[in-house]
């Protein structure tokens, strides 16, 4: 690994309460072992199957096969008498005891569709919920699903995104809309016609970007329990954001916020998808409300293609001006993005209309998106939300132009990359870049893949027949929101905020309260690291308590790599508060002034004499009991702190693929991957390799092979089995090279960014561009993810057509 830190930025982080002197300090920037592992390597992880009622029930649903229908009429007579059915929910119900889903993020400008948690009369997508059961067990529930007689009419549909606007396609809302185009928005700054117009070189294509699933390791799952008397609903659920569902069972179920409690112990991945509710939470709550007892639901994988919402999938018409000394002077992004049959809890990816101008510097620009609704399971967040579309887009059209103008792809991105005098810097959509140095990251990743000796090669077939080609991918990402002002403009339902209390024990610890679950991204670790840190105490007397709403103060929760930041604000200010009140009630203990004390370790001791000093366990018993402690001083010792960013920090890049393809049949090998990666400064540099490298291989997954394909003719999902849907094993991941760079962000607390979905963005671009490069002379093109042997040779085939003068 290569690091490098920027001179200024020990003094930088010194002033922003760094304990630089004390043995606590060592914590901060170093490699700590994860608070989560040892109850995970030991099996001892509290997951949402594992939680066991005694007197639980189970439920399963039944769900449309069809991806348009009209349900007529659902007769569940049978299934009622079934021997363990306890209880049946059916579309009036459901509509009588609650009011539809809560969108959390809306599509701006979008009309209101009432999404209930079972289909009201039409069902709009294969797989979405009909009817609930819940019995005395998952078997039997299932068993009963098989006795219920649901007449559907089947209804025309519509599964392409672009085939949805045409007229004369079925018009998924015709209640509520004309059409099926949901929303348009258009950011542009400059005159980017006159651009187009000027421009001497002009490259231009429509790419396409495949639908995926987000795939966590542990499906969704929850557990509802319903105490009627005091007014209880606790819910053990696999979520990122507790509190934010929360608030939505309290306004689809009709409760006040103060019945519920959410509690997400350890979660399986998350990856975006498991943000807001989902049709099954609302109805595993009502069954065990009604029934007085509690109801488990844990979706199994063929639920999971179908029933949990889908990520990517967009089609960009993007155009890219240069001048004729190579200068890009202009850019165009037409696309649409296929939201599917309802606008879930986070709707589709809006970040490709932030970063559509990448790291480059090109003041005149436009971005238009359509949001369309189509018969598909819906969309969510996913992992890069939008960046990974936008950036195999413009890069992969970067290195076009190269060839188009003879230039090499590498000379024309330094040519074009904002530089770091540049920053901070303002795109057309309003983005604004905080700092970095993105010449230097290409730079980094040019020379390990040894590009100088590879451009002066000739494109020649290897004794193995194969042709060794070297793409790149500059990337930037947002990490964090900028305000909750900002969030407020677009109508989200949440704040930008993270919280934190600590509370001291009468061990001598400190117990950290947190509302972010642990999803795997290494948050008890991180937020320990910094509370030490912050405190000057022990690392191993942190413990770190998160995703339960009834202990944590309000947050948000864990996406959009936002938590570190915002979180390190909270445990900043929050300490601050708390480290205050420890050094007045030792400095009485041993009279003395606070100011001549410091905390240290496990004690807190004089900075003058450290061999006089007073144990931390001391000063929080008295704390606590309130005895041997000043008179004006108020007994306990806890603080909480809400801390909002005041704008977003852009984590940055470049990748490298070093890629050997057969040039008859298309068949290729990725001999190399390299990413530079930039999250500014590094709390534990060994989670921040596993999040860039885990994002990577995610990403490597989405282009090489995973695809949610949806047969034209039927509407069906051929490819929603772990049989046809290909996601990558260990054994198909490629070498995997990583350097990182560590320029400190201005403007957040540490100077830190976020980093746990940039490994997803450089892939598809980098790898196309690798291809592309190692088959130049034939003049292959690609422009539609996922990559694979077939689709490349399909390129070849279609330039050998152009080259004689054939169509395709």
Known sequence: MNARMHPELRDELGAQGRNHGSPAARAFGKSMPRKEDERLLRGDGKFVDDVQYAHQFEMAVLRCPFPHARIRSVDTEAALALPGVRHILTAKSVRDLSDPLTVLRPVPNAPSLPYYALAQDVALYEGQPVVSVVATSRAVAEDALELIDVDYEPLPHVSDALASLEEGAPVLHPGSMKSNLMARQTDAAGDVTARMQEAVHIIEDTMRVNRVTPLPMETRGIVASWRPGAHELLVYLSTQTPHLVRKQLAESLRLSESCIQVVARDVGGGFGQKLGAFPEDVLACLHAMILRRPVKWIEDRMEHFRASTHGRESVHRFRLAADEEGNFTGIINDYVTDIGGWNSPFGSAQLASVVFTGPYKV???????????????????????????????????????????????????????????????????????????????????????????????????????????????????????????????????????????????????????TGVSSIGQSGETAIAQLCSEALGIDYEHICVHSGDTAISPLNTGAFASRTLIAVAGAVREAAQAFQAKILRLAAWTLETSPDKLSVDGDVVRFKSGPTQSVPLSQVFTRAIVGQGIPADESPGLEATSHYEPPDAAFAFGAAAAVVAVDPITGEFQIERFLIVHDCGVVVNPKVVDGQVRGALVQGLGAALGEELRYDEETGQLVSG????????????????????????????????????????????????????????????????????????????????????????
């Open 721 to 808: 089995s772990m049989l046809d849907y290909f996601v990558p094993i260990a054994a198909d991941v490629p070498p995997i090279d990583m350097l990182h760079t560590e320029v400190p962000s201005p403007v957040t607390p540490y100077g830190v960014r976020g980093v746990g979905e940039v490994g997803t963005i450089p892939a598809g671009a980098a790898i196309v561009n690798a291809i592309c490069d190692a088959l130049s002379a034939q003049g292959v093109e690609i422009s539609s993810l996922p990559i694979t042997p077939e689709s490349v040779w399909r390129a070849m085939e279609r330039a050998k057509a152009q080259q004689s003068g054939v169509n395709a």
């Open 363 to 513: 003041p005149d620009a436009s971005v238009t998106r359509e949001v369309v609704l189509t018969n598909k399971t819906p969309v969510g967040a996913y992992r890069g939300y939008g960046q990974p579309e936008v950036n195999f887009a413009l890069e992969v059209l970067v290195d076009r132009m190269a060839r188009k103008m003879g230039r090499d792809p590498f000379d024309l991105r330094m040519q074009n990359l904002l530089q770091p005098q540049d920053l901070p810097w303002t795109t057309p959509s309003g983005a604004v870049y905080d700092s970095g140095d993105y010449p230097q990251s290409l730079r980094m990743a040019a020379e390990a893949v040894s590009y100088e000796a590879h451009r002066m090669t000739s494109r020649l077939p290897r004794a193995d027949g194969r042709i060794v080609g070297i793409g790149f991918s500059s990337f930037v990402e947002r990490t964090g929101y900028a305000s909750a002002r900002f969030l407020a403009k677009r109508g989200s339902q949440f704040g930008a905020h993270e919280s934190v209390t600590l509370r001291a024990n009468r061990s001598g610890g400190v117990d950290v309260y």
